[in-house]
């Protein structure tokens, strides 16, 4: 979620898009059904995004919270 947000937000012809930093708190586990994952950005910068990511199931049950830092990088021009 935090690495498609963040492509969304960025300048896609001359930037790119790299994880930094991932953490997870898994709630409670889930074998089967339906899981929704909500991210809402905490930080958008020129170099960094941060996410706060949020997993829940069917039920509206949180399963998993999740904050994920996104670096963003210019491209190599092509020779």
Avoid: Y
């Avoid at 969304?8 to 001359?14: A, E, M, P, S, Y």
């Avoid at 089967?32 to 069917?58: C, F, N, Q």
């Avoid at 049950?61 to 990088?73: D, Q, Y």
């Amino acid at each position: 979620m935090a690495s498609v947000g963040t492509f969304n937000l960025i300048d896609q012809k001359n930037q790119m898009t790299v994880g930094l930093e991932i953490n997870a708190n898994h709630i409670r586990g889930k074998r089967d059904g339906i899981v929704t994952a909500v991210a809402v950005p905490l930080h958008k910068g020129r170099t960094t995004m941060v996410w706060d990511i949020k997993i829940s199931d069917e039920e509206g049950k949180l399963i998993c919270v999740s904050r994920c830092t996104m670096a963003i990088v210019d491209k190599k021009p092509s020779t």
